[in-house]
């Protein structure tokens, strides 16, 4: 075997690696921002449909012979729930920043103690 062919598995799980850190970069961002999404759809929603969307109160929504109204109205109050997300998200975002520092730490200095690059 060369050392190339030794090398991928290596390189095959460092992708692996990589795409496990993106995914859960991706997922704690969504987590966060999800209220906010919510919010703006039910606002686009309610904005194209010509319906009035507050804070204060449900309004009728009728779209398609149906009344939207009351679902549009949670999804806009989601919105408050950014206020808890966004904060989780951020410690959830240091958490993995610091996961990634260190789990490239531990392979730097495993690299450098086989001698190999």
């Known amino acids: 075997m060369s050392g190339a062919d030794s090398a ?5 799980g460092a992708r692996w690696l990589a795409l496990g850190y993106a995914l859960a ?3 704690i961002v969504l987590f966060a921002v999800s209220p906010m999404i919510l919010a703006a759809i039910a606002s686009a929603i309610a904005g194209s449909a010509g ?3 507050d804070e204060g109160s449900i309004h009728p929504c009728v779209i398609a012979g149906e009344d939207w109204g009351s679902t549009l109205y949670t999804m806009a109050m989601m919105g408050w729930l950014a206020i808890a997300t966004i904060q989780i998200g951020a ?16 392979l730097a200095f495993r690299r450098r103690r086989s001698g190999t690059d």
């Open 25 to 27: 970069f991706a997922a």
């Open 51 to 53: 319906c009035a969307l």
């Open 91 to 106: 410690v959830a975002l240091a958490v993995w920043f610091a996961a990634l520092v260190i789990h490239g730490a531990v």
């Open 8 to 12: 991928s598995p290596r390189r095959g």
